[in-house]
């Protein structure tokens, strides 16, 4: 059993020697339009996997209005910024887009990330109404230092 007592965005919490924590985009409930990890602005918001294998992310909707859509893409980069011109899009990273009739669920995928660009970015795109999401990583590789006061292991 892990207990986290406290989680800021985009703290990287330690569950053990080879499974980080990393909040992509905390709860929240995102306006219409795009948004990279949750916000607008997409340079210095990257996700650093290059010490990672792999990562499974993990995608929590809440209700969504009638005539409301989101969809939720991974998106990487050699450098700290999601801007077209400097990343892609990871291909096959797409979720199911999530409307009135999918809403109120959780969508996990996962990347192999040791063929992967250094930067990973969640794309969200809300149309028409605005919608309660968040986005967690578990990001697994070899092993790291523990030095987390908010984790145990037994």
């Known amino acids: 059993m ?7 965005k985009g703290k990287i919490i330690m569950i053990n ?11 929240q409930t995102l306006s219409a339009g795009t948004t990279y990890n949750g916000v607008a602005d997409a ?5 650093d996997v290059q010490d990672y294998d792999e ?9 969504v209005p009638s ?3 989101i969809d939720v893409t991974i998106r990487e980069s050699d450098s700290n910024t999601a801007v ?3 990343s892609s ?5 797409i979720f199911v887009q999530v409307d009135a009739d999918s809403d109120q669920n959780n969508y996990v995928g996962q990347i192999d990330l040791r063929y992967r660009k250094r930067y990973i ?9 605005s919608i309660p999401v968040s986005v967690n990583a578990y990001a697994i590789g070899n092993s790291f230092p523990v030095d987390n006061a908010d984790t145990f292991e037994v």
Request: aromatic share 4%.
């Open 2 to 8: 892990i207990t986290l007592s406290h989680f800021e």
């Open 17 to 27: 020697k080879r499974v980080k924590l990393i909040e992509m985009i905390a709860p």
């Open 43 to 47: 340079s210095g918001i990257g996700i």
């Open 55 to 63: 990562c499974m992310i993990v995608v929590s909707v809440g209700t």
């Open 67 to 69: 005539n409301g859509t």
């Open 84 to 86: 077209a011109s400097e």
């Open 89 to 93: 899009a990871v291909t096959d990273a």
């Open 121 to 129: 970015f969640v794309k969200a795109v809300v149309a028409n109404q």
